[in-house]
Every structure is written in structure tokens, then in C-alpha cells.
């Protein structure tokens, strides 16, 4: 195979992003994304090519095939067409992959099969993931499409971490276990992490916090996912943007017999109206933080519980982990929240826990340390980059012979 360049795609109901990426060094080709599909004329596409101005518009784009076409005539204007000999592989975000999909997998039928017979466990993203895959198919049909699934990485959890504590035929029969999301992100990140220290993933045991506006924390031992917070779906663990994170489950019950509620409303209220919006009517840890700043109890209250979680957090998977060489804070909120990150590890250094606040306050965007020199604990600020982790492990897979960036 000649080509050295991957196309990755995250496809999610309304909206498909895309990445063009040249293995040969790693550089990024196009960005893009095509947003709003499928609502009349407000559809938007952004595309902007390394070597030249973005370019955006707005029209109708009534669903992902007319969604991947606008991108496919975007890349063409760049002299990057998908019909391009230089395409090795298309690679593809998955959310779900249940238990079967520990690895990076060349998608074929059966593989297609899996994905939908896991729809039920993942009705929000799964549909949308297998219309981009099936999209893709027919543009280029004769090109290996790799899917890379967020749960894989934490399969290597043990079972003490990922069953739930309910009656194990009633689970079985449903296929009830913690899956955890954001494993791409998780992988990238806790390997990042080794090589800022200097060592090797088997060496090093890594609390990774993925703090965007969902969010999720995992404990790494020697490069294997031991934990994560969320579960069966993401709903579970830390507060995010919209979601609540744990929660007694009997509230559900409550809010069906005495708040009369439907399962949907429910789905709906803890899915979308919970979390930092719930808690103070913003999502945005910028805003979270600028009214705190002026004062505002709600959005004071709020921040505290979303910082309270997080450390519980923090100290469960020390206790997991047994010894822990480093905290790496990654996605929007970690790796550009110097409060979030000061409040969260505040009060620690009995755990060999501190940040240094010089460090902590300056902006960048390299995997950088932000602890103490003298610290027995790293804490590191690792940005994340899901696209290039999916773009490797898909060019790996269909290319392991002279993948540069695997070495
Ligand atoms: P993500 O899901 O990783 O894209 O993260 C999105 C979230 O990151 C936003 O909702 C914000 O809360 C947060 N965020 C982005 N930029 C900043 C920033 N400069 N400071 C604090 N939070 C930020």
C-alpha cells in the first residue's frame, strides 16, 4: 500500500467532523465540519486546509450523504479528493463497541452487524456513527474503513470494576456492565503522559481526567485502563456540562411515582438539564468561573460540587491504583481551567499531590508539568487529540509495517 494519508470521521446525528492527516509526519492536511444537518437551510460547513484561509458557508445539507459530499468537494478544492491514491483508510469514532471490540477493527459486514446490534446500549451516537460508516462506504468503496470504538481501551477492565452489583442473570440478560467512553482520548492521553515523564507506559500508573463538557476520569496501570467513571452509558461519574454524574438511582424512582415523570422526561432532565447547567443555568466553565468571580452564590455552589466530585474521584483511583506517578488534566475545562485544576488538587499533598501556581497559570498548547520540581507526584496538562490516536491506530491496522508515528 502507497498511500500515507487517513480521513477520520466523527459522525454524530446532526453534525460529521473530519480530519485529513498525512501519517508521513503526522501533519494535519483539512479540518472541517458540517453542523446542523438535516435543518433546512442552516446547515453550516467550515473547512480550512493547512495552507490556506478557511472557508465557510451555510446552506441546506439534508443528511450525511449530502453532508460527506460537501466535505469530499471541499477536499477536492484543495487538490485533496477522496479519489486521491494517497488515501490509505478511512477511520471512524465509534462509541460503542460493547465487549467484543477490544482493538481498532477493519469494518466488514459482520463488523457493521455488531455496531447496530449495539444500538440499544448506545440509541444517541451508535445510528449516527454506522450512517457515517455506510456513507463513506459508498464514496469509496474499495478503501479499508477502520473503526476505532470508545470503549475499547477500557475493556481491560477487571470485573470487580465493571459490574454493577445487581443480580447477574437480570444483567447478563441486558448486557448491564460499565463500559466507559472517551477511551481514545484516555489512551492518547495516559501515553502522552509516560512520555513527558520520560518513561514507558508499563512503567507508569496515570489518573487521567478528560474534563470537557462530558467528562470522565480513569485510572491507568502500566498503560491499561484499571477504572473509569462512566458507565453503561456516559452518564455516569463526574458532573459535566449537562449531565449529573452519580446520583442515587432510586431518584428515578421518585421523580416516575412522585414527580410523575415519564422515563424519557427523565432520560432528558439528567442527560441534558443537569450537570453545571442544572446547577446554574451555564455550561461553559469560562462563564462558570467569570461569575464566581463577581460574586454569584448559584455559580459558587456550582463550581463546588463539580470540584467536590472530581476529588472524590481523584482519591477513589489513588486507592485503586496503589501508587499513582501521575495526574494529567485533558479536553476543554482541564487543559485551560488553572482553577478548576488548582481547587481539584487543593488540600491534597498528604497524597504527594500539589500544583505549582506559576506553572499552573501559563497557557499552551503542549503536553506540559505543572507540579512542583520536588513533587512525588507528577500533574501534568496533556491537551488530548482524539483524531490523530484514531487516524494511528486505523493507518496501523491497515499499514503496520511503516507506520513512523508508532514507533
Ligand atoms: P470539550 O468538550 O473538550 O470541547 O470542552 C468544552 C468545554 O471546555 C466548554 O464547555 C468549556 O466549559 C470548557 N472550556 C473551553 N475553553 C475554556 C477556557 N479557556 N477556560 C475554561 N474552560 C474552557
Known amino acids: 500500500m502507497s498511500g500515507s494519508r487517513v480521513l477520520v470521521l466523527n459522525s454524530g446525528s446532526s453534525s460529521v467532523?473530519?480530519?485529513?492527516?498525512?501519517?508521513?509526519?503526522?501533519?494535519?492536511?483539512?479540518?472541517?465540519?458540517?453542523?446542523?444537518?438535516?435543518?433546512?437551510?442552516g446547515s453550516r460547513v467550515?473547512?480550512?486546509?493547512?495552507?490556506?484561509?478557511?472557508?465557510?458557508?451555510?446552506?441546506?445539507?439534508?443528511?450525511?450523504?449530502?453532508?460527506?459530499?460537501?466535505?469530499?468537494?471541499?477536499?477536492?478544492?484543495?487538490?485533496?479528493?477522496?479519489?486521491?491514491?494517497?488515501?490509505?483508510?478511512?477511520?471512524?469514532?465509534?462509541?460503542?463497541?460493547?465487549?467484543?471490540?477490544?482493538?481498532?477493527?477493519?469494518i466488514d459486514d459482520a463488523v457493521l452487524a455488531e455496531i447496530e446490534r449495539l444500538i440499544p446500549v448506545a440509541p444517541l451516537h451508535n445510528p449516527a456513527n454506522l450512517t457515517g460508516i455506510r456513507t463513506a462506504q459508498s464514496l469509496r468503496p474499495d478503501l479499508p474503513q477502520v473503526a476505532v470504538f470508545d470503549t475499547?481501551?477500557?475493556?481491560?477492565?477487571?470485573?470487580?470494576?465493571?459490574?454493577?452489583?445487581?443480580?447477574?442473570?437480570?444483567?447478563?440478560?441486558?448486557?448491564?456492565?460499565?463500559?466507559?467512553?472517551?477511551?481514545?482520548?484516555?489512551?492518547?492521553?495516559?501515553?502522552?503522559?509516560?512520555?513527558?515523564?520520560?518513561?514507558?507506559?508499563?512503567?507508569?500508573?496515570?489518573?487521567?481526567?478528560?474534563?470537557?463538557?462530558?467528562?470522565?476520569?480513569?485510572?491507568?496501570?502500566?498503560g491499561r485502563c484499571v477504572d473509569t467513571s462512566m458507565g453503561l452509558t456516559p452518564l455516569e461519574g463526574l458532573v459535566m456540562g449537562t449531565r449529573s454524574?452519580?446520583?442515587?438511582?432510586?431518584?428515578?424512582?421518585?421523580?416516575?411515582?412522585?414527580?410523575?415523570?415519564?422515563?424519557?422526561?427523565?432520560?432528558?432532565?439528567?442527560?441534558?438539564?443537569?450537570?453545571?447547567?442544572?446547577?446554574?443555568?451555564?455550561?461553559?466553565?469560562?462563564?462558570?468561573?467569570?461569575?464566581?468571580?463577581?460574586?454569584?452564590?448559584?455559580?459558587?455552589?456550582?463550581?463546588?460540587?463539580?470540584?467536590?466530585?472530581?476529588?472524590?474521584?481523584?482519591?477513589?483511583?489513588?486507592?485503586?491504583?496503589?501508587?499513582?506517578?501521575?495526574?494529567?488534566f485533558t479536553a476543554g475545562v482541564g487543559e485551560n481551567s488553572a482553577p478548576v485544576r488548582e481547587a481539584a488538587l487543593a488540600g491534597l499533598e498528604g497524597l504527594g499531590l500539589a500544583v505549582d501556581s506559576g506553572l499552573n497559570a501559563v497557557r499552551g498548547d503542549a503536553a506540559r508539568l505543572i507540579s512542583p520540581a520536588d513533587a512525588r507526584v507528577a500533574v501534568a496538562v496533556v491537551p488530548t487529540d482524539e483524531e490523530m490516536e484514531i487516524a494511528t491506530q486505523s493507518y496501523a491496522l491497515v499499514n503496520e509495517e511503516c507506520n513512523p508515528l508508532l514507533t
Open 152 to 222: 475499547a481501551f477500557h475493556t481491560t477492565m477487571p470485573e470487580s470494576a465493571a459490574r454493577y452489583a445487581i443480580d447477574v442473570e437480570t444483567a447478563d440478560a441486558h448486557r448491564i456492565r460499565r463500559y466507559g467512553f472517551h477511551g481514545t482520548s484516555h489512551a492518547y492521553v495516559s501515553r502522552e503522559t509516560a512520555r513527558l515523564l520520560g518513561r514507558a507506559p508499563e512503567d507508569v500508573n496515570v489518573i487521567v481526567l478528560h474534563l470537557g463538557n462530558g467528562a470522565s476520569a480513569s485510572a491507568v496501570r502500566g
Open 46 to 106: 467550515k473547512h480550512t486546509p493547512a495552507d490556506g484561509e478557511s472557508r465557510e458557508w451555510t446552506g441546506p445539507v439534508p443528511d450525511h450523504d449530502a453532508a460527506l459530499k460537501a466535505m469530499a468537494a471541499e477536499l477536492d478544492r484543495d487538490g485533496l479528493g477522496l479519489d486521491s491514491p494517497e488515501l490509505a483508510a478511512i477511520g471512524h469514532r465509534v462509541v460503542h463497541g460493547g465487549l467484543r471490540f477490544t482493538e481498532p477493527t477493519v
Open 245 to 328: 454524574g452519580d446520583m442515587d438511582p432510586a431518584v428515578i424512582f421518585h421523580l416516575m411515582r412522585v414527580g410523575g415523570m415519564s422515563a424519557d422526561e427523565i432520560d432528558t432532565l439528567l442527560n441534558k438539564r443537569s450537570g453545571l447547567t442544572g446547577l446554574c443555568g451555564d455550561n461553559d466553565m469560562r462563564e462558570i468561573r467569570r461569575r464566581v468571580d463577581a460574586g454569584d452564590e448559584r455559580a459558587a455552589l456550582a463550581f463546588d460540587i463539580y470540584i467536590h466530585r472530581l476529588k472524590k474521584y481523584i482519591g477513589a483511583y489513588y486507592a485503586v491504583l496503589g501508587r499513582v506517578d501521575a495526574v494529567a
Open 17 to 41: 467532523k473530519y480530519q485529513l492527516i498525512d501519517m508521513r509526519g503526522g501533519s494535519r492536511l483539512a479540518v472541517g465540519l458540517v453542523e446542523r444537518i438535516g435543518e433546512g437551510g
